[in-house]
């Protein structure tokens, strides 16, 4: 079974989830004090939800670059393979959700409980990542017979922490819901930036 | 006619049909009881609308993964397979509906409705798929030349049954809508644990 | 430039406005008199947006299999043709709007106008596709070599008359629009039934 | 790394972003005033939101026909520029938000709001743009060894402008939101009469 239709199947969730996040920016717009206040008020209003999409968009943006990274190197899949992908997908699609909660609530007291959500949907996400790219490595189960023991290596080093730095940053929002928001933001900023800086060079070795 | 496209087309159908899925928790959260009741209130309120996002978002899976393993058996398409394949995916595409009539009635009288509802549509997608799978295979109309005859008549014998597990489970939300509703959800997994565990042994066969 | 990345593209669009239909059952069910009235007394109410759903979707699956037909022959795009898809598929996007319009009116005194906006919609869809495919066709201007004259004027034959088709079934909704929407509806049968039964000989020629 | 997983993604992107315009229409209908107003008179009042769902839809149509033009000429990505292209998806994305606001607004006090938003959103959109065809195009970096030079010329002097004549009807919204929203919807149908008229010389180049 080649990967074709996976690939296929998992950029439309992606895209999808991803272009689903502006409909969380229409709802918090229309949250705001409605007309007669100006546009402009309900503009300013809903900056959170400029923020929270930006996020969202760019970690799951992230998270198809890691997993385009992955298939590279993937020569064939099997059923188990397939099942887990679509757990995957399941997490990755559900983030809307939580982005919404966040960008709604970060001025209340729900804050806490959307940090939370959030958290936790992003925590299962990396996890199902890795469960995704274990199945597939160990032991070369599903590996190109020429794939890259490097790029293999680096894989692995890179996506296993993930699920434990986003735990705590999820427990983090049990003290902190603002900070965790921040942490949020910026984790996906600093796998922006060391995709695109770092990137190139990986990619040669 | 070779069904590069018609997988292109089918494999949106399903992404886009389990993506929109969350819209339903979107709406579910909303009908919780609003503010001045705290985030965490209404997210444990729209516990029913995770669960449902689950079952439909694994069955959606699963009917996908069975139709990747339908078209690696289908060496081409004709229109009246086409006409079928809308057919399907016409079914699929209703899913979301129901899905979120269990999540939001499962607990108040309406869950009878609901469970119907939920399971004449999976009934009528089990039953889409059968006529799909039957119109290709039948005197291996649309199969590929090379295609393996065991894993023809495994196809055969694990879908042949679908709809008529899917009816008994419907028939059963007139006796008790829960019971009919659990069945739906343990089905899903049945074929999850199948696929993944048994998935590899079979595909060697 | 050839035309892979035109059906990807065509095939989301296509994908997504069939898939999005649902969401106009969802609206039209929470439009119907809500809960102490029961859940099973909704879903009888909404049954207009139901045949909407279905008329609608093969409507879409029919455009989409007759997109296929046409694009079996084309060889290459250039950027003209690529502008008359993107003019075609703006009007194959728009369906949804109507298609709830003519569920949620068709029963009172809205149903002229609605019907009239389904209709125009249609038409445009009609001409549109024959644009798109008399830029291509003309001659031979982006066919492939190899391609099937016989093919060629058969699609030519059945697609011109579709416009003034559905021309006449709009204004029919001056008249009677309850009879018009019977009409798109029997149309879209036809179709379905002329593509399952007649495709299979047709495409051997 | 090939591109051809960047464009399924960028696909399913531009064509979920189009197709989502449609509910803008949806939620413009039904912000008219209400049934027992007729459904004509709510379809009349609704008219902006069909100007604005034409240009917007055209918009992405033709961002989508120069990305396609661009990715032509580029043989492989690095991670750069899928990030780059990530960005860039995220304010095509984002269109349709500013594009329900200029349609609701257009009439009110909200016209300014909503028109620079709807500027800065496009000003912002062709910047990505140049961003992701320099870094790929600027001493060839992801060129196709045959890649035309007459064309990679072509592309850097056609887009280079774009984003400061986007900047420039932004700011006319300052002095008169209806111009500017006017000189949006014209720079749409020119680059449409553009790409359809000259698009069939310029391939030949």
Redesign the interface.
């Known amino acids: 079974?080649n990967t074709g239709?996976?690939?296929?199947?998992a950029?439309?969730?992606?895209?999808?989830?991803?272009?689903?996040?502006?409909?969380n920016?229409?709802t918090h717009?229309g949250s705001c004090p409605p007309?007669p206040a100006?546009?402009?008020g309900q503009?300013v209003c809903a900056w959170p939800s400029y923020v929270a999409?930006?996020v969202s968009?760019?970690t799951i943006?992230?998270i198809?670059?890691n997993h385009?990274?992955v298939?590279?190197q993937i020569d064939h899949a099997?059923?188990?393979f397939?099942?887990?992908t679509?757990?995957f997908?399941?997490v990755v699609?559900?983030i809307?959700?939580p982005t919404?909660?966040v960008a709604e609530?970060i001025q209340?007291?729900?804050a806490?409980?959307?940090a939370l959500?959030y958290g936790i949907t992003l925590t299962l996400t990396a996890a199902m990542f890795n469960a995704v790219w274990f199945y597939a490595s160990v032991g070369g189960r599903l590996l190109r017979p020429d794939h890259d023991p490097a790029a293999v290596k680096g894989i692995t080093r890179s996506y296993l922490p993930a699920p434990w730095i986003y735990l705590a940053m999820t427990l983090t929002a049990l003290i902190d819901p603002i900070a965790s928001v921040i942490l949020y933001g910026a984790f996906a900023l600093f796998w922006?930036v060391e995709?695109?800086?770092f990137?190139?060079t990986?990619?040669r070795s």
Chains 1, 2, 3, 4 share one sequence.
Request: hydrophobic letters at 60%; charged letters at 15%.
């Open positions: 079974m239709r996976l690939e296929t199947f950029d439309g969730v992606f895209a999808i989830a991803a272009t689903l996040l502006i409909l920016v229409d717009f007309p100006s546009v402009a503009l999409y930006v968009f760019l943006g992230i198809w670059v385009h990274t298939m590279n099997d059923r188990t397939l099942m887990l679509v757990g997908l399941m699609a559900f809307p959700f919404r909660l609530h209340d007291e729900g806490t409980a959307a959500a922006v995709n695109s800086v990137g190139r990986r990619m």
